[in-house]
């Protein structure tokens, strides 16, 4: 089956940097996608990985290595604002987004 | 980034009603709409897959009798729980995107139903 792994809740300190893991099996690889979702709103794209490799854009980065079937997201000088749930998804061979359960990311001052 | 619509963000119903909700892509056609159900603290789930002019595609367990989806034209698609129980109470969010490639899912606003 289709199985895609990340921590269920971890916690930061505001203006710290913070590492959240991903890790997948699916049926083929079209990508890799990160979102940011707070309670009750609906998911935000935050980045896309397809190759081997860091992308970075502002305060997140997101790394993916294909061959361990493995992501993470960084997130640099943490905000208030940041609390909420990442959620990994990857797209598989038949382009449809696998999601994973999400993890809650919990700032303090 | 794209828009899509998505409405109503919340309602409340009695049970044994029916609730439409509508989700719009405004600012590009979309091929292919996803309808999702969330429940707290829970990732999303796929309810299925609508492509434009064609029936949608339903993922396993999900009863499309029961979530019945319409994609009329490559900017709207609607679902409409029929017969809503309290038990269809969640949170359900569509997305939308224009093809294969690098196209990450927009996604709606979100709705909130209650049965009550």
């Known amino acids: 089956g289709q199985n895609i792994d990340q921590p269920t809740e971890m916690t930061a300190t505001e203006g710290a940097i913070v590492q959240i893991n991903c890790t997948y099996q699916t049926s083929g690889f079209n990508g890799l996608f990160w979102y940011q979702q707070h309670a009750g709103e609906a998911p935000t794209f935050l980045s896309y990985n397809v190759l081997d490799g860091l992308e970075e854009k502002g305060r997140f980065s997101s790394f993916l290595s294909r061959s361990k079937g493995y992501s993470y997201l960084l997130l640099k000088e943490l905000q208030m604002k940041d609390s909420a749930s990442y959620l990994c998804a990857v797209r598989d061979s038949n382009y449809q987004l696998i999601w994973g359960a999400g993890t809650k990311l919990i700032i303090k001052p | 980034g794209a828009v899509v619509s998505q409405h109503p963000s919340r309602v409340i119903c009695k049970s044994g009603t029916s609730v439409k909700i509508e989700c719009r892509s405004l600012?590009?056609?979309?091929?292919?709409m996803f309808w999702y159900r969330q429940f707290p603290k829970k990732s999303l789930m796929l309810m299925a897959t609508?492509?434009?002019?064609?029936?949608?595609t339903y993922e396993q367990g999900v009863e499309k009798d029961k979530f019945l989806i319409n994609h009329a034209s490559l900017t709207l698609s609607t679902l409409t729980v029929t017969s809503a129980h309290p038990e269809d109470s969640s949170f359900y969010i569509c997305?939308?995107?224009w093809g294969q490639g690098h196209t990450e899912a927009f996604f709606g606003q979100g709705t909130r139903l209650t049965v009550v």
């Open positions: 609508s492509n434009e002019g064609s029936k949608a």
């Open positions: 997305s939308a995107s």
């Open positions: 600012d590009f056609q979309a091929t292919t």
